[in-house]
Nanobody, 122 residues
């Protein structure tokens, strides 16, 4: 089986931090580009961040640049999204995704996780 599982979502106050994790089962994430996406109620899913298969290239949406950091832990076969200085508008279901090429994961990922809810509220 090829499976991606997100975890780490929850409720946090504005200005707070959360760390999301994307764990892989059935394949080695070392060979895949990984992206994070999010979808708020009533809105289309949007790209958040991505890291290349080699880990050397990172890309962030302008809305999260400087606040979010995507990183790999190849030994654990996971990819994390560290989210700092969270805003109410960051509230969404966050999904991790994987693709065999960096350009593909940014636009049309091949594999998706089930999502984890992030709620930023006072």
């Amino acid at each position: 089986q090829v499976q991606l599982v997100e975890s780490g979502g929850g409720l946090v106050q504005p200005g707070g931090s959360l760390r999301l994790s994307c764990a892989a089962s059935g394949f080695n994430l070392d060979y895949y580009a990984i992206g994070w996406f999010r979808q708020a109620p009533g809105k289309e899913r949007e790209f958040v961040a991505a890291v290349s298969g080699g880990g050397a290239t990172h890309y962030y949406a302008e809305s999260v640049k400087g606040r979010f950091t995507i990183s790999r832990d190849n030994a654990k076969n996971t990819v994390s999204l560290q989210m700092n200085s969270l805003k109410v508008e960051d509230t969404a279901v966050y999904y991790c995704a994987a693709a065999t090429r960096y350009s593909v994961v940014i636009n049309t990922p091949e594999y998706w996780g089930q999502g984890t809810q992030v709620t930023v509220s006072s």
